[in-house]
């Protein structure tokens, strides 16, 4: 089943009109580009019997937040990284490692994907238009949906991302405060990983400042530093026993992403935009005097370019 994710559910209405669909701006209606133009043709596939550690090393390898799994050549369902956090100790889900695994890293790592994927897919057609496509994306919460082409087959996915690149040409000169989620999701910098892991889970983000007392910035625990964690085998060299319990109380502080964007509140979108294609990043940060003021996303740039 797939996870609750507060943050979308608040995002979802924000971006509805008051017949329950979301409102896209009649540009993007009007001449709409054929989905193989967005689609994200190299992503991470499992089979439902591949490892949990063999996923998220290609989750890692590819930096996608996603894996699609797939069973005969058929779509079989959706491995998100809230699932693997969930799984791994911010949520319900981590009981499976401490009660049939005894907390041992190696076995636990070894459960089959399709334990912990969903199978209430949110899927398109090739043939489907981009409005139906934002539409699902609103609707289920999901950043990546799957695309199938002729005979079902998997063609790609298209990606929170892949509609910013495709209209990044729009963003025009906004400042930064405008778009910005203000109500940023923090963490002390004394967290833990398992802090950091469960303060995903609950709230429904996939990035967390770590900051001071003061609001100042130390680092960001992102879903890419938790996947390169697990996926180049990090989690083993401080698992010394085996146990995971040893791998969640690091400070989370070892896992921050070494590249962080970091504007004023006045930088234009157009100008921060091209950095983060630049780093290949997909959020960057806004303080003003050093103190964290909001944060920005590819899913608040999507909304800008093709919202109302």
Same mark, same amino acid.
């Given at each position: ?20 669909? %979301? ?9 709409? %580009? ?18 949990? *550690? ?7 390898? +590819? ?9 005969? &050549?058929?779509? #079989? ?12 100790? &911010? &949520? ?6 401490? @009660? ?33 496509? +934002? ?24 990606? @929170?991302?892949?509609?910013?690149? #495709? ?7 906004? %400042? ?12 002390? @910098? ?6 950091? +892991?469960? *303060?995903?889970?609950?709230? &429904? ?10 609001? =100042? ?11 390169? /964690? ?9 698992? =010394?026993?085996?146990?995971?319990? @040893? ?29 983060? /294609?630049?780093?290949? *990043?997909?959020?960057? *940060? ?23």
């Amino acid at each position: 089943m797939k996870l609750p994710n507060p943050r979308r559910m608040y995002e979802r209405t924000r971006w509805v009109r008051s017949d329950g669909k %979301p409102s896209f701006r009649t540009s993007i209606r009007g001449r709409e %580009p054929e989905l193989r133009s967005l689609l994200v043709s190299e992503l991470p596939v499992a089979s439902p019997q591949t490892p949990l *550690l063999r996923c998220v090393e290609e989750m890692h390898r +590819l930096r996608f937040r996603a894996a699609v799994v797939v069973k005969a &050549g058929e779509l #079989f369902g959706i491995l998100a990284f809230h699932d693997i956090a969930d799984y791994l100790g &911010g &949520g319900e889900r981590h009981k499976i490692v401490a @009660e049939r695994y005894g907390g041992n890293v190696y076995k636990a790592l070894s459960i089959p994907v399709q334990e912990l994927a969903s199978r209430d897919i949110v899927y398109a057609d090739i043939t489907d238009t981009l409005g139906e496509v +934002l539409e699902s994306m609103v609707a289920s919460g999901f950043g990546v949906i799957p695309v199938l082409g002729p005979e079902g087959r998997l063609a790609g996915a298209v990606t @929170e991302g892949s509609v910013v690149r #495709f209209y990044s040409g729009r963003v025009g000169r906004r %400042p930064a405060s405008d778009l910005m989620t203000r109500n940023v999701i923090a963490a002390g @910098e004394g967290s833990s990983l398992r802090d950091v +892991l469960r *303060l995903m889970v609950s709230t &429904g983000v996939r990035r967390v400042p770590l900051i001071t007392d003061d609001r =100042r910035l130390r680092g960001v625990v992102t879903w890419r530093g938790v996947l390169e /964690f697990v996926g180049s085998h990090g989690i083993f060299s401080v698992s =010394r026993s085996g146990g995971i319990d @040893e791998a969640l109380e690091i400070e989370a502080l070892r896992l921050v992403d070494r590249d962080v964007i970091v504007v004023e509140p006045t930088t234009p979108l157009e100008s921060l935009l091209k950095v983060m /294609f630049e780093r290949d *990043l997909d959020y960057a *940060l806004v303080a003003e005097g050093g103190v964290l003021q909001g944060i920005l996303t590819e899913r608040d740039v999507m909304f800008a370019v093709v919202g109302p």
